[in-house]
């Protein structure tokens, strides 16, 4: 007999922002010219006050194991900046950390579910490729719920009310959104959590790791609404916010979870980076002029990329609501250029044109009625926009049908 993968290791999904990366990677490694726009993560380094903090911990010998669930001092700092953010009280016991917001996704899947039972997990379309990867992998039920254009991405209460059955057991909420860029604004969360009153029996997974970049007014989370705290898990993390994604530390706040979430922490990583978690302690309770730059350079980008694409003849662009991604609707411009989907323009524009983005087929199933997108992440040098967009204009001349 010969060996095999599991049927589990072989349905495991994957996040495709990395295989488009490894693919520009090995262009450029072959003397390609690309314009990537691919990878979502911030261009800048760490605020300052941050990597000293990371400098210091490693001069102190801040080395060893930590408890499961943190050290003391990044809970209690986690507390504060979360609850102060959202208006919440929230307890340094209900505080998480893991090495990333990632792991929460599987964690909050794995002890709102039972595997093979049927159980059901409302997810966001287009959404972050992980969530239905995760639900399905853990034997769970994925449930799409449709982000529309129409409505600037958010999606229409009645739908989400249409999906719900006896066997729904956890909703995924992102905003501000990957891949659209859109938000729930209050009035959104408010006809949310009007619906989910009625079905006390619902987790919320809120994803907010990109709620410190929003745009368009405040940031708004479902768990401030009244009766909602409880049910929900807000995820954060220190990636977007302060440019740390490669030092690996995200944090979830809920109550009734965190014994759950620290006991799968303690079964898969042990614990978060020691070193890492220092830095974050620092980033979480110190300055945050750095930070309120970045946000303030991602606005400028999004306003000078938001301009560049709707420029381009057969796209249509909306101004993104938060985030750092611009997810334009080419469906016109398919036509234009006799191409059968976004996936095949992709394609093109990375061989063709040297411009890296990516198709709304890696972000889940496309939303029926919406035509045709593809995703740019503009954590980019406004140089790089500039030349990207040109080079798309330029492919498009020289495809036009």
Known sequence: MQLQLSRRAQSLGTENAFVVLAEVNKLIAEGYDI??????????????????????????GKHGYTPSAGIPELRNAVATYM??????????????????????IAYTILSTTDFGAGDEVIYPVPGFPIYESQITINGAVPVPLYLRESRNFAFDPNELESKITAKTKLLILNSPQNPTGGILTKSDLEAIAAILRKHPQIWVFCDEIYGRLTFEGSFQSLASLPDMQERCIISDGASKTWAMTGWRIGF???KLLAPAFTKWVTNTDSCASHISQWAAVAAVSGPQHEAEAMRQKFLERRNLIVGLLNDVPGIKCQASGGAFYAWPNVT?????????????LRKRLLYEAGVAV?????FGHRVPGDGQHIRFSYATQNENIVRGVERIADWVKRSRK
């Open 83 to 104: 609850g102060d953010m959202r208006g919440l009280d929230i307890a340094p016991e209900d505080i998480v950390v893991g090495s990333g917001a990632k792991p929460f």
């Open 332 to 344: 016109e411009l398919c036509k234009m250029t006799g191409l059968a989907d976004s996936e095949e």
């Open 252 to 254: 979830t706040a809920n």
């Open 35 to 60: 314009t990537s726009f691919c990878i979502g993560q911030p261009d800048f380094p760490a605020p300052t006050h941050v990597q000293e903090a990371g400098h210091e911990a490693i001069r102190l």
């Open 358 to 362: 990516l198709a709304d087929i890696h």
